[in-house]
C-alpha cells in the first residue's frame, strides 16, 4: 500500500487523466430547451417502417417525419434496461397508434452501434413494434453527448428538445398524458 502511495505520475499522465476528466464531465445530453445539431438518421429497414414515419432516401431528418411531437429512444442492443423498458414502449406505441395521437407523435428508436442484422432482428422478433434504425458509427451517440441507454427526447419539428429522460420511463400512463399535453 506504501508503495501505491509513493507513485508519482508523470506530468504528461497528468495532463491525459485532467483531459479525459474535463471531457466526460463536459459532454452533456440534451436538455428540455435545447435544439439538437442537424442529425442524420439511417432509413428503417422494414417498408411499413418507412411508411410509417413516411420518409424516403437512405437517410431522413427530423423534419421530415410528418408530426407534431417525436420520441426518440436512444437504445443499446444489449442494454438489459433498453429491454425492460421496450415491452413498456410497445405499450405506449400501441396505445397512440390507437388513439387521437395518432399521427401527431411518431416513434423512433436509434440502436447504438448496431449492425443491421441486429436492428433486423429487434424488430423481426417483435422485441420492437415501432421504427428502429441504426448507428452503427456512434455518429448520433456522440452528436447527442453519448447518453447511456435508454436515453428518451421528445422533439418538435425544428429539433427543440421537448422531454428528456435517462433511464427507464416505468409510468407510462403518465408519460402519454405528457404526450397528449404537448400535442393539445
Known sequence: MRGFLKMRLSPPVVILLIFF???ALSAQVPEKGSVLPAIQFS????PEDLAYLKVRGEAFAIKDVN???LL????GVYCPFCYEQAPLFNQLFRRIEKGKLKNKVKMLGVAIGATV???DYLRKNGQYQYPIVRDE???IHKLLGEPRTPFTMLLDKEGQVLYSHLGVIKNIDDFYDS??????
Open 21 to 23: 476528466a474535463v471531457s
Open 43 to 46: 432509413s428503417p429497414l422494414l
Open 67 to 69: 408530426c407534431q411531437v
Open 72 to 75: 426518440v429512444e436512444i437504445i
Open 117 to 119: 442484422m441486429e436492428v
Open 137 to 139: 458509427t456512434f455518429t
Open 179 to 184: 404526450l397528449k399535453k404537448l400535442v393539445e
